[in-house]
């Protein structure tokens, strides 16, 4: 699934001849896939967000549709597809907690697990060639911010915000790829910011990069001490400014 490490999960609470099969398609197609039972999926996406999900669905499934949900919810929150895959009667009584538009797509059972993985594989692989990184932009100068979303937005898709807490309001509901963030800002700076968004276990692996209108040493010194992602100065060219944030990410999934 294009150059992207992270496992695939396929939540399955009963062991079954399907977790084999699973297990030997995904990897004959290059997929690091992991079948998982809901509370293995649960401690998983708290450390890194999967490539995508697959539920398989069963009687002892549906006695933790709740986990389900909890599971699916995230998912979304983090721009991560979902399959699902169930018998008729099955998927009608997983409707009643999941709505089916929730989902990437739907397969019913009896199924063919190739041509299923294959169909799961070509869907994911469009759908993150598609998706554009998502980068929350904040600073309390509109002029920096209009800058940075034309800028960046012919590749990225940029969320500029004007403070602090316009950017708590978003993260609240979504989580960028990465935060450009102005250092120095009034009422809650870039420090404080920072300081906040690290202690909380959802949010503190978005990688930051600090935006600053100052390259002497104390400064540097100061923001390289919050060990940020890194740290870009406001008066960069336009072009060297594009190529540090595409390096960022071309590192990233190295």
Sequence with gaps: MLEDKREFLILMEEQSYLMKSFESTFEKEKVKANVVNIAMATTLTTKEQPQGYLICTSAELLKKAVGVKVIVDHAIKHKTPVFVMGNVEEL????ETLPKQM?????????NVVEMVENIKRQVDEYYRMKKRTILAVDDSGVILRNIKTLL????????????EMAIKYLALNIPDLILLDYEMPIVDGRQFMQMIREDAEFQNIPIIFLTGKNDAQTVMNV??????GYLLKSMDAQKLHAAIDDFFKKRTK
């Design 224 to 229: 390289m001490s919050l060990k940020p992602d």
């Design 92 to 95: 009608e009584k997983l409707w």
């Design 103 to 111: 989902f990437t797509d739907i397969f019913i059972r009896p199924i």
């Design 153 to 164: 937005e012919d590749k990225y898709q940029v969320i500029p915000v004007n403070s602090s």
